[in-house]
């Protein structure tokens, strides 16, 4: 009699088991993650003057108006994993010297931040970017590289602000489980299918 003649499903199980058991000890698991290369740290990604610069920019395409704008929403924080987690070196490279532009065009503006650039230039500044993105880029005087700043910057603060609590609850008004004030439950009592 050969020996997985005699196995039964229990036996299997347990020999089952005991293989995973070995071949995932912490040995072998400190082993793996050494050969892996370091993440890139997020909090490390874009300084706190960089981050000042792209609550501006944010705030701008999503202001605050009777709900809280973008950076209220915390979207500096998630574009800065987005670009850490998901976005390409070198297409990071570019957004930060691109950042770097807005904050020496800034500084040339004697302004520390987009809200406090005269109405007029700051749109102007805002159309033109969006202008480079989106229409012909025509514009010379904007920050230079491939894919253009608000390329990248308006999709990551859209998404980012309409998944967070905020724009979630306060902006798209979205309950977990959906609005039931049109269920007439005087009528039909507090369970319903």
């Known amino acids: 009699m050969k020996?997985?003649?005699?196995?039964?499903?229990?036996?299997?199980?347990?020999?089952?088991?005991a293989g995973m058991g070995a071949a995932l000890t912490p040995g072998v698991l400190a082993?793996?993650?050494?050969?892996?290369?370091?993440?890139?740290?997020?909090?490390?990604?874009?300084?706190?003057r960089d981050l000042?610069?792209?609550?501006?920019?944010?705030?701008?395409?999503?202001p605050r108006t009777d709900t809280p704008g973008a950076?209220?929403?915390g979207v500096p924080k998630y574009v800065e994993m987005m670009l850490a987690e998901f976005t390409p070196p070198d297409r990071v490279k570019t957004f930060r010297s691109q950042?770097?532009?807005l904050s020496s065009w800034l500084?040339?503006?004697?302004?520390?931040?987009?809200?406090?650039?005269?109405?007029?230039?700051?749109?102007?500044?805002?159309?033109?970017?969006?202008?480079q993105a989106f229409g012909d880029g025509t514009s010379k005087e904007l920050p230079p590289g491939e894919p253009a700043l608000f390329a990248i910057l308006k999709p990551l603060t859209v998404a980012g602000y309409y998944t967070s609590e905020i724009g979630a609850t306060q902006e798209l008004h979205?309950?977990?489980?959906?609005?039931y004030e049109d269920v007439p439950f005087d009528e039909i009592g507090k369970t319903w299918s």
């Open 174 to 179: 979205q309950t977990p489980f959906g609005s």
């Open 31 to 48: 082993a793996i993650q050494s050969g892996r290369e370091a993440e890139p740290d997020a909090s490390d990604l874009l300084t706190a």
């Open 107 to 131: 500084e040339e503006q004697g302004a520390h931040r987009l809200e406090d650039v005269v109405d007029e230039e700051r749109n102007a500044l805002l159309v033109a970017l969006d202008d």
């Open 3 to 17: 020996y997985y003649d005699r196995m039964d499903r229990r036996e299997f199980v347990k020999q089952l088991s």
């Open 71 to 73: 950076r209220d929403a």
């Open 52 to 62: 000042d610069v792209l609550g501006s920019l944010v705030d701008a395409i999503i």
């Open 99 to 101: 950042l770097d532009w």
